[in-house]
């Protein structure tokens, strides 16, 4: 009787571990933290209560924590970096030098103890009792009483004390656009342990990764400051600052703080922002989400800009919906809190922008993230062109419909971006690291305009309407976890039935190019010819000198298909060939591959030949 129940209780973890999908399982993390901050020497306490859930097949002995306000430090790793890579983040350091030849210096390496960020570790519990722990730079490891075995919960009591660091990326105190706190990254936060292994990454300038869990924060803070952040505020009557039911009267305590109490489900993050002076505003979106704003009253021009917005962020929800799936939330709050831009779980922190189109821009791609980062959870580290590149795809396609730019190819930009970076020389696979491309130029056209290239090409070899469909069912089926990019290549051959183990090779895992011509036309006969190292399927119009026009497709082999197309699908071309011969109904006056400039072809000028 007792192996029958053992067999039963197997099989229930079995199917709380796995029943997402076959094989698939992710951790959980319940976070509750009380935050007393003195604004004026811009220092918090804190205590946190984590109870973490390891639905894992594995038997865990540690665990990992990021404390990333570690690395505002002098001597810190991102410090280093800011000292050595050859084009740091013009944020980050300061040219001492000229224009033609730079001397960087860190802003980290000279910041004053009253100005670096930390997050201090006062103690640590294991359910009730000290854990041993060890901190390098900005990861805490922790070395566990017990280990934790699979389908086992354990509880993590921790207190803390931080500093925000003087404004230099991101997160910190009283920026360029005079937000006093942004709090970005500011608490210990687990790290997350996949399929993959522990995803411990030294803090150095970009992009996260998180565990998927809920928060529930309070924070204790001078009464003239709002808050704009994560998560839903649970007492609007006791804070005001524009939250309140109007129809209900407030009930503000006594004393010199306002507790702030949210609660954020279904996240992997949590980010607040704070200023005695944001003015704040509320609009409502589709399916009944509440836009909230907060901005600074310092600027006329950037007020302006800021009043025209909730009505464009209105269109731009309701585009991402119809194009990428339900926003699930009921809220979702732009904030300026400076620093151009970054994504955060229900939020976002902007730059306030005299320029109106940058301003809508900048919350377009923002918002887009809440997509593609903060609902689909991907390793950004390992995988920083399927967030960046994703959301540049679909915020540029938005910003073509909300501001009616009439653009042909919308993402036309990073297709120049990307032809830049190949001649450059500076190109890297798109499979490294975030944080380790040899520039912060090659990381950015890489993962946003390479990344962004990837689906209007797919689009390209596909199909536009399967592609549209890809990206919908790649949502919902993904939606809440941590895909990877083989989850979105099976979801594009499954919705297309179409092979494209090739394309995640070439286009992601290599720097090889594409380039094709045409060869020669000879009365009707046509050949063409592959110069570029990567293969592609070819559409091809072919001009006649009766002034008539055909369209033909060329499938790729490698491919065991073709797009829906209502051009003439010839026979397939072999990758290992780089000859194609087409024999045409009629006398040939001119040909051109790939008119609508769909694919990465990185020397268009071959592409056209007059008979």
């Given amino acids: 009787m007792k192996k029958y129940f053992t067999i039963i209780a197997f099989s229930l973890l079995c199917l709380h571990v796995f029943g997402q999908q076959k094989n698939y399982w992710q951790q959980h993390v319940d976070y509750t933290m009380d935050i007393d901050v003195d604004a004026e020497k811009y220092q918090f306490k804190g205590k946190q209560k984590l109870v973490y859930t390891n639905n894992s097949p594995d038997e865990l002995k540690n665990v990992f924590y990021h404390l990333q306000f570690n690395a505002f430090q002098p001597g810190s790793d991102m410090d280093i970096r800011l000292q050595h890579i050859p084009d740091p983040d013009s944020k980050m350091a300061i040219n001492k030098g000229t224009k033609e030849s730079p001397e960087f210096e860190s802003r980290i390496a000279t910041l004053q103890p009253n100005e670096i960020g930390y997050q201090k570790v006062i103690s640590l519990k294991q359910n009730g009792a000290p854990v041993a722990y060890e901190i390098f730079g900005t990861i805490l490891k922790v070395t566990l009483n017990k280990p934790l075995s699979p389908g086992q919960k354990t509880t993590f009591d921790m207190e803390f004390e931080g500093q925000v660091p003087v404004h230099i990326r991101r997160a910190g105190r009283n920026n360029v656009d005079g937000v006093a706190l942004s709090m970005a990254q500011w608490y210990p936060k687990l790290a997350e342990y996949d399929r993959e292994g522990w995803q411990v990454n030294d803090y150095i300038a970009r992009e996260f990764y998180g565990v998927w869990g809920d928060f529930d924060v309070t924070i204790h803070i001078d009464k003239d400051y709002t808050i704009g952040g994560s998560g839903y505020l649970q007492n609007p009557q006791e804070v005001g600052h524009g939250y309140e039911d109007p129809n209900k009267k407030l009930k503000l305590p006594k004393g010199d703080k306002l507790s702030w109490h949210f609660v954020a489900p279904k996240v992997h993050d949590f980010t607040w922002a704070a200023d005695p002076d944001y003015i704040h505003e509320k609009v409502m979106g589709e399916n009944d989400v509440e836009l909230h704003f907060f901005y600074k009253n310092d600027n006329p021009t950037v007020v302006e800009n800021w009043k025209k917005l909730p009505e464009k962020t209105q269109e731009i929800l309701a585009y991402f919906n119809k194009h990428i799936g339900q926003y699930p939330y009921k809220q979702y709050s732009v904030i300026q809190g400076g620093d151009g831009g970054m994504e955060y779980a229900m939020c976002t922190l902007i730059a306030g922008s005299e320029n109106l189109g940058r301003l809508i821009g900048t919350t377009a791609h923002e918002f887009a993230h809440s997509w593609f980062q903060f609902l ?194 010839l026979d397939s071309w072999s990758w290992v060939n780089p000859w194609y011969k087409i024999t045409a109904s009629k006398k040939v006056s001119h040909v051109q591959i790939d008119p609508k400039n769909l694919m990465a072809d990185i020397d268009r000028a071959n592409n056209l030949m007059m008979q």
């Fill in 376 to 569: 689909l959870a991907t390793n950004e580290v390992k995988h920083s062109w399927m967030d960046e590149g994703f959301t540049s795809y679909i915020s540029n396609a938005a910003m073509n419909e909300v501001m009616d730019q009439k653009k042909e190819l919308p993402n036309a930009r990073a297709y120049n971006g990307y032809f830049y970076l190949v001649n450059s020389g500076q190109q890297e696979p798109l499979t490294t690291f975030a944080d380790h491309f040899e520039n912060n130029y090659a990381y950015g056209v890489s993962s946003y305009s390479k990344g962004s290239v990837f689906l209007s090409q797919l689009g390209y070899i596909i199909g536009k309407k399967n592609l549209d469909q890809t990206i919908l069912k790649y949502f919902e089926d993904f939606k809440f976890k941590h895909p990877t990019p083989n989850d979105i290549k099976r979801t594009a051959e499954k919705t297309s039935g179409i092979q494209l183990d090739w394309y995640m090779n070439y286009w992601i895992s290599s720097t090889k190019v594409i380039d094709y011509a045409v060869n020669s036309i000879d009365g009707q006969n046509i050949t063409l010819v592959r110069k570029g190292t990567m293969p592609m399927p070819l559409d091809v119009m072919v001009t006649y000198e009766d002034g008539s026009s055909e369209w033909f497709n060329i499938p790729l082999q490698m491919m065991y298909g073709h797009k829906p197309t209502e051009a003439k699908v």
